[in-house]
């Protein structure tokens, strides 16, 4: 099913920062057998891709409005993906999905849900 939970979102003022966590719920499918990605939702906008990591990391991507600010990684042995996220800013506010992405992405450009949305989300809101 690929269920995931993400967690780690709050309120946080312009300028600070939060650590985003996501972990598989569905047992035997380990993060270490995908590529992996965070997408967002703000009010009235659609989803878009934030970051995205290859399988086995490495090689990662980031959407123009977060370079610099966020990193996105996996912890194989933990079954864990993060996305650090410093310098917030109050367009940074919305809901954040992690999802299940397929091996073959590269990185070279935004990722895609390959496999849904799986979560119910963490909530992120800046404020200024």
């Known amino acids: 099913q690929r269920q995931v939970m993400e967690s780690g979102g709050g309120l946080v003022q312009a300028g600070g920062s939060l650590n985003l966590s996501c972990t598989a719920l569905?047992?035997?499918?380990?993060?270490?057998?995908?590529?992996m990605g965070w997408f967002r939702q703000a009010p009235g906008k659609e989803r878009e891709a934030v970051s995205c990591?290859?399988?086995?990391?490495?090689?990662?991507w980031y959407d123009d409005s977060v370079q610099g600010r966020f990193t996105i990684s996996k912890d194989d042995a933990k079954n864990m993906l993060y996305l650090q996220m410093n310098n917030l800013k109050p367009e940074d506010t919305a809901m954040y999905y992690c999802?299940?992405?397929?091996?073959?992405?590269?990185?070279?450009?935004?990722?895609?849900?390959?496999?849904?949305?799986r979560g119910q989300g963490t909530q992120v809101t800046v404020s200024l």
């Open positions: 999802v299940y992405v397929g091996r073959s992405y590269d990185a070279a450009g935004p990722c895609r849900p390959d496999f849904g949305f």
């Open positions: 569905s047992s035997g499918l380990t993060f270490d057998d995908y590529a």
């Open positions: 990591i290859r399988w086995r990391g490495g090689r990662t």
